[in-house]
């Protein structure tokens, strides 16, 4: 699973509702996985109290209705639970784990987990991790169940897809007409440069520059972001080659693509990516 998610979802579950902003998720899209140290201090700092299943499965199904990351796009749009249970298979194979916790609900022990990361935990502080996990490992599946019934319905999947696009996902953000339609720019022409954008818009490059700051991202990490999510449709809902798909969505061969998609996804292949949705 995608542990950049997860930390979100308790972040949000213990300190206020909504999902976040943008900027996080064009972050997530391009850097999906961190190590799961982090994630277990997530674990210890949240608030017990608070957190509560209810609300970290909320947090996690507006988190995944707006995941522009890879394994993101192939979870909101999956057919078959085997999606869900290669991409869970992926990560425990990885190692990248609080503990392994098998798509049946069989576990490992949390001590080793705890031991291997070399944190001087207390009872109090393991026994919250554990707690915690636990609503993470339900609150997951609650979530992918609910959309995996969603994705039945051909239309709704359908549309779905569309609004899986960042530009699509800056007009839900309510982020501006600018970032949405640079964003849309970058879909249709993902080799192109911000210059071109800029000329293209007849937006003056100093303002795209400031808009930018303002919201707290860089129009290239934009570009990048819009040049990802359509190689990821490509590979994840089409049988065209890797190299064809990088050079349609910018990139300079097949293993740039190869170079961005693992980095993204925490270690996944284009090959394995497209093999979470077709066979």
Known sequence: MSYHLAMRSLQLSCLTPGVGSFVDCIEHSLAGE????????????????RLTLGSVTDRLGE?????????????RLATNDLTYRRAWGFYNERGNVVSKIGYDGSRQLDEAALRETNLQATKAEKIIVAASHEKLFSSYH????????????????????????????????????????????FEEFPAAKVSHACKKL??????????????????????????LSLATHQILW??????????????????????????????????????????
Not at 34 to 49: E, I
Not at 144 to 151: A, G, I, R, V, Y
């Open 63 to 75: 988190l995944l209705a707006v995941d522009l990351n890879p394994v993101g796009h192939a979870f």
């Open 202 to 227: 007849s937006v003056h490059p100093r303002l795209v520059e400031r808009r930018m700051n303002e919201l707290g991202i860089t129009a290239v990490k934009l570009k990048r972001a819009c040049m």
């Open 238 to 279: 089409s049988n065209r080659s890797f190299s064809e798909i990088a050079t349609n969505c910018g990139y300079t061969h097949g293993a740039h693509l190869s170079r961005v998609v693992f980095f993204a996804t925490g270690g996944m292949t284009p090959s394995f990516l497209r093999s979470l949705t077709q066979g």
């Open 142 to 185: 609650n979530v992918l169940l609910t959309q995996l019934h969603k994705n039945q319905n051909l239309v709704t999947r359908g549309r779905k897809l569309e609004d899986s696009r960042v530009s699509a996902v800056a007009r839900i953000f309510g982020v501006g007409q600018l970032i949405a339609e640079l964003s849309e720019f």
């Open 34 to 49: 961190h190590p799961a140290w982090k994630l277990q201090l997530q674990m210890q700092a949240s608030n017990s109290y």
